[in-house]
């Protein structure tokens, strides 16, 4: 099987402050990772799409300022919460996937808590 | 952003029994996969039909792909207490570029 690996699965930060959250696909290289952000009993959002190599693709009404995408190599990708702020406190989960129009393999998610 | 809908949005069933979940989209589509989630985890991949197949089998899966009606079904056969969790479809584009997730059927199979 193909595994995801994500990195922290909760975190706790104070307003103001930036928190980095790590995508590993551990056994395959991934050419795509995807980014969700999940609300308590509603769907995954996408937030952007990231090729290792190239900048993301944000999706409208993501704030790229506010969410950096970084993915350095086939098998690590990062999204950073600058300045969080209350209202980023969701569950963020990662996807990476190997090639185009193929399943998608999910990290566990992170659950960050603003305060 | 979202594609599709699914529906019901909840569905509560007893043990044994079938459970069926719809997916519709609006978008064309290169495939169509069926995920599930544990409540605060991770998703996990069921099974992924391509746009030129109209059913697939896994298990006690089975789906159905109507393209010309953007449609899709999830039906699981004899259910157990752990298929208890909601289960999501997501839209693969032609391009590849992006999976895009319906809201979700949450599903609770009764003891």
């Known amino acids: 099987g193909a595994v995801v690996s994500q990195h922290p699965s909760r975190v706790i930060c104070k307003s103001g402050t930036s928190v980095k959250i790590e995508c590993r696909s551990l056994?395959?290289?991934?050419?795509?990772m995807f980014w969700y952000r999940q609300f308590p009993k509603q769907s995954l959002m996408l937030m952007a799409t990231?090729?290792?190599?190239?900048?993301?693709?944000?999706e409208q009404g993501v704030e790229k300022d506010k969410f950096l995408i970084n993915h350095a190599s086939l098998t690590l990708s990062t999204l950073t919460v600058t300045s969080a702020h209350p209202e980023d406190s969701s569950f963020y989960i990662c996807s990476a996937r190997r090639y185009r129009n193929t399943e998608a393999f999910f990290g566990q998610g992170t659950r960050l808590t603003v305060v | 952003s979202q594609q599709g809908e699914e529906d019901p949005q909840a569905l509560s069933i007893q043990e044994g029994e079938n459970a069926t979940m719809n997916c519709s989209y609006k978008?064309?589509?290169?495939?169509l996969q069926w995920y599930r989630q544990n409540s605060g985890r991770g998703l996990v991949h069921l099974i992924l039909?391509?746009?030129?197949?109209r059913e697939k089998h896994s298990g006690r899966l089975r789906v159905t792909l109507d393209t010309s009606k953007k449609s899709s079904s999830l039906l699981i056969t004899a259910s157990r207490a752990a298929d208890t969790a909601s289960y999501f479809c997501a839209t693969d584009s032609p391009g590849g570029d992006k999976i895009i997730f319906g809201k979700g059927t949450r599903l609770h199979i009764l003891p």
């Open positions: 039909i391509r746009s030129n197949e």
């Open positions: 978008t064309s589509i290169n495939n």
């Open positions: 056994d395959f290289q991934a050419t795509t």
């Open positions: 990231s090729n290792e190599g190239s900048k993301a693709t944000y």
